[in-house]
């Protein structure tokens, strides 16, 4: 590993500590107070007597510990967040009328920037509900109608600044193409949020085998109704909005252009969304299929029909009762009740009634090993692992077709010499493609040469938006690039032992490149 990719595995591993003051260790509901302390206003400054008096109201409300508030404890706390990077340190100055008041005030303490985030999404989950979120489909048409106003601000914008840059109607204009980009953005964010949101408590919920009848219909009138209204409205909406990103891509330099910050933050300045190419790439991708890479419209149709077939699978589990654990779903509940309204003498005879757990003064055959002594109670023992057919149908029989050989050496040494043949002949194809790198049109490549080469060129075309991009690839285990440059009038003829690919008003080339994994050989 490179120095480069080195401090970057330091840095991510810094970043992480943040959430240190988060685990269920000892005093994380102090360390959480002082954390809500910092984020609660702006340029927050205290020291630790300060920290102390807040505290105290936190304690006498039982919110932390008992004597977590006192000024002697709340010193290594802030410390402690300190060496996290949650904290920094603060401004020194202070006046103080005695050396202990000097002591507790002369070290200020600051919140890092990093750490106010990690705290504004740690109350947000806090305050996350556990049932669906709604999805904002009602951000679809602002989104269609905010890039057609972001096309007639971005025309406004280019005649002004074409005339007088300068001018007030120029800055003007550059501000409402600010404005509308960055609507635009929170608009997308706030969609995408709630559709992830939704789905994912959607798979949540459709991976449960034990669902009431009443939960399966509230299910399949979501599914129904508001999934069928969710989709419709992507589906409507989304041939307008690909249209105007795929208009607004060729003039998406411009944009950037006008939006460049007149002053300069520095270099490690987090601007807002719509300022870079890779966030217009995410949105165009969220809403355009590219080849290879479908977008999330398309994910969330796939999604829907997954799971639709999932609630018919559940619903006809529950009511032909020939799944594992649905169709004893009843026989428990009526067990529970039965066990919830019984003595606890009553209970032992009831639980050993319905499972076969009799005392040890029976006749039936000794377990092969039984870890619990005489002393500990059977619900305070280790839980005992009941097959899938005793639980489902209550039978004990062995069904299914014996198990495969885990440990089988020839099979294991046939696939590795089949790996190895399989590598040897793409490492030959890449060095073939290499050799013919300087006189493609004239060389004629074997089929395994023209595999890696059509392999290269797929992800090179991926990576473009229309046929007048440029396009790139490399294979990194192989040490093999292909570049694609768009050229009128050019023919370029790949010629193989299957046959001749023709590729026009396009210029291949084919390099070697050298991996950090072949320089380490």
Request: proline content about 4%.
């Amino acid at each position: 590993m490179d120095d480069a990719q080195g401090d970057a595995g330091q840095e991510a591993a810094g970043r992480l500590q943040l959430y240190a003051y988060l685990q269920p260790r000892e005093h994380h509901h102090t360390y959480l107070a002082i954390m809500r302390l910092f984020t609660s206003t702006l340029l927050a400054d205290l020291s630790a007597g300060e920290v102390s008096s807040a505290l105290a109201a936190a304690e006498r409300d039982g919110r932390i510990d008992i004597g977590e508030s006192h000024i002697d404890v709340v010193i290594p706390r802030l410390r402690q967040l300190v060496e996290w990077g949650n904290l920094v340190h603060g401004r020194r100055e202070t006046i103080a009328a005695s050396i202990a008041e000097f002591q507790q005030g002369s070290m200020r303490y600051q919140v890092s920037k990093l750490a106010v985030r990690v705290q504004r999404d740690v109350d947000e989950l806090l305050r996350v509900p556990e049932g669906a979120r709604e999805v904002s489909r009602e951000l679809l048409p602002a989104i269609e109608r905010g890039l057609g106003e972001l096309g007639e601000a971005l025309a406004v914008a280019v005649a002004r600044s074409q005339r007088d840059p300068g001018s007030l109607p120029a800055r003007r204009a550059r501000e409402q193409l600010a404005e509308r980009v960055t609507t635009l953005f929170l608009q997308h964010a706030e969609l995408a949020a709630t559709v992830r949101d939704f789905y994912a408590y959607l798979g949540q919920i459709l991976t449960r085998h034990h669902l009431a009848p009443e939960e399966i219909s509230g299910f399949r009138n979501l599914l129904v109704e508001y999934i069928q209204v969710v989709v419709e409205d992507v589906l409507r909406h989304t041939p307008a909005i690909a249209t105007a990103l795929s208009t607004l891509a060729r003039s998406r330099t411009e944009v950037l252009r006008l939006l460049r910050p007149a002053e300069q933050l520095g270099v490690a300045v987090e601007r807002t969304r719509g300022r870079g190419e890779a966030d217009w790439q995410e949105l165009t991708d969220w809403f355009v299929d590219r080849p290879g890479n479908p977008s999330q419209v398309t994910a969330l149709r796939e999604a829907t029909t997954r799971a639709i077939g999932a609630l018919l699978a559940t619903v006809r589990r529950a009511t032909t009762g020939g799944g594992l654990l649905p169709s004893r779903r009843a026989e428990l509940v009526r067990l529970a009740a039965w066990l919830d309204a019984s003595t606890p003498k009553r209970a032992h005879a009831v639980y050993a009634a319905a499972f076969g757990l009799h005392s040890a003064r029976n006749l039936l055959p000794a377990p092969e090993h039984d870890g619990d002594d005489e002393h500990t109670p059977w619900r305070d023992g280790p839980a005992i692992d009941v097959s899938v057919s005793v639980r489902g149908r209550g039978d004990r029989g062995a069904r299914g077709r014996t198990s495969r050989i885990m440990d089988d050496p020839i099979t294991e040494q046939g696939l590795l010499a089949q790996a190895r043949e399989a590598d040897e002949l793409r490492e030959a194809a890449a060095a073939e493609l290499a050799a013919a790198a300087e006189n493609l049109d004239e060389a004629t490549l074997s089929g395994e040469a023209l595999s890696a080469f059509c392999e290269l060129l797929t992800l090179a075309m991926a990576q473009r938006e229309g046929a007048s991009d440029p396009g790139a690839a490399t294979d990194q285990v192989r040490g093999l690039a292909l570049t694609l440059t768009p050229q009128v009038g050019q023919v370029t003829r790949i010629r193989s032992t299957s046959g001749t690919l023709t590729l026009r008003d396009t210029v291949v080339g084919i390099s070697r490149v050298v991996t950090r994994g072949r320089s380490g050989r």
